[in-house]
């Protein structure tokens, strides 16, 4: 039998970060993952160059079911706090657009950065490393005088400790050793789950729409859509299996099973006035050429193709025809078949209830000892760093309590 402070599970961005800190406070750590690599999510994240936080944490860029349980641990370990980490260690990086924070060169400088700060602090890192039977140490089953708390075998050997951390994230991309795991320890401890889905993540289309995304697959155009009363001003990419950029991949954190999304395919215009003005300035010109002058050209073949107006010239349009073609453009009605689900997802939504669990510091409140942070927990962000600063700030809270 060992004993060790604090066994943390996982070590991806929440568990090494959770781990650097608590083992800086002078806790004995054991940080085990059963990957053959730490934090693989942070290496393939931001297309290989990590957006690690933004400038702009704020709250309505979460989602939980309870909209209050992250905003302690995201005002006491901020940005600002990690920012000043990476400034720390060297690492350059640079802002793509809306504060979005990215390393100027790899991705690996991030996990390199963690991985540091753990060896600096003597955490224990080992990987390859199953965990199994998990159980709470009765106080008549503790040795007298012991702290020790939980009790687990990992690769075989029988480990207990003070604290025990869950942080081994969510379900997506399971080729990267994601796991449900962390879902079935809090259900163990009977602490209730909401059914994860999946977030940040393109959509499938069927039926006679997914022609026109095959036809325009690789083309990008800057859309406003909506759903459920959320709106999200960014790119859309066509695919060959329907629709993705970052557009669909906020939207998609809302979208629902059978719900329509209403894409405005030319958000800074009024399409049906501009058409008005142009029939006059230019009435001879084509609806395809002048629709190709806004969009691309290969967008407005396909985009009218199917319909009556192709080979029309702006004068040809009736007051009711434009307005027909402008609602077309505006408010393109769409009801994706679903999603790539885990496969291609950035995050699960849904997870460990947060009201069972300390905002201060993600305790279990019924089971001193049992923490959770990162993305097990019901806490998922907009695309553009809010995951990681939530990784990051849900570690902090815990490594200051464990
Ligand atoms: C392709 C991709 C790109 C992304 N890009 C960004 C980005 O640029 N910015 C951003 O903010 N967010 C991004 N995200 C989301 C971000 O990666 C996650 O929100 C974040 O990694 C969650 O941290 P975590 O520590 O909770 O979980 P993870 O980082 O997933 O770590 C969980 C760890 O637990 C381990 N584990 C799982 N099951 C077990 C088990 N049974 N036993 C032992 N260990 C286990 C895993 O191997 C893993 O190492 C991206 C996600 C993906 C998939």
Redesign the pocket.
Known sequence: MQQTDVII???????LMCAAQAAARGRTVLL????NK?????L???GGR??FTNYHISFDRYLSHNPHFYKSALKRYTQWDFIALVEKHGIAYHEKKEGQLFCDNKASAILNMLLAECAANKVDLRLKT??SAIKAISKSGSESGSNMRYQLKANGELWQCESLVI???GP??PTL???G?GYEVAKQFNLPVYEPTAGLVPFVITGTQKALCEELSGTSLPVEVSCRSKIFSEDMLFTHRGLSGPAMLQISSYWQPGDYLSINLMPHMDVAQVLRQEQHLRPKLLLRNWLAEQSTQKFAENWLAPTQWHSHALAQLNGAAMDEIAHGLQQWQIKPAGTEGYRTA??ALGGVDTDTLSSKTMEVKEHPGLYFI???VDVT?HLG????QW?WSSAVAAAESV
Do not use: P, R, Y
């Open positions: 599970i996982g070590a991806g961005a929440a568990g085990l993952d059963h990957a730490a934090g693989k999510k942070i393939m994240s931001g990590c957006n199953s965990v942080a081994t994230g997506s991309i050793g994601a796991t795991f950035e995050v990162g993305e097990v962000g760093g809010f995951n990681f990784a």
